[in-house]
């Protein structure tokens, strides 16, 4: 997968992170495209090992659902971090 391809499949995991898990986060988009390109690593490897599948070099909806939730994994642990501080 090519990097514009990781921006936006990152961008559009990011977001949907946010819609299901909506909140005062701070970073905009730059904070929410990092989050769902974390979230796409983390959720391909822990999809991995599940067996759920991985994060492929197609755009396909099984690959998005993967980043998702990875992205979603993310920001729970960014406002676990962020509230101790």
């Known amino acids: 997968m090519g990097i514009l391809s ?3 499949l990152g961008l559009i ?3 949907l992170g946010k819609l299901i898990m909506p909140g005062k986060d701070p970073g905009g988009i730059f ?3 990092i989050l769902g390109i974390g979230g796409a ?3 391909g490897f822990i999809g991995t090992r ?3 599948g991985e994060v492929t070099g197609a755009f396909d909806f099984r690959s ?3 980043a998702t939730g990875g992205a979603i ?3 729970v642990l960014y406002r676990l971090i962020k509230k101790k501080k």
């Open 6 to 8: 990781w921006i936006v």
């Open 13 to 15: 995991a990011g977001a």
């Open 31 to 33: 904070i929410t495209i």
């Open 41 to 43: 690593l983390i959720g």
């Open 50 to 52: 599940m067996g759920f």
């Open 64 to 66: 998005l659902l993967i």
């Open 73 to 75: 994994i993310l920001l």
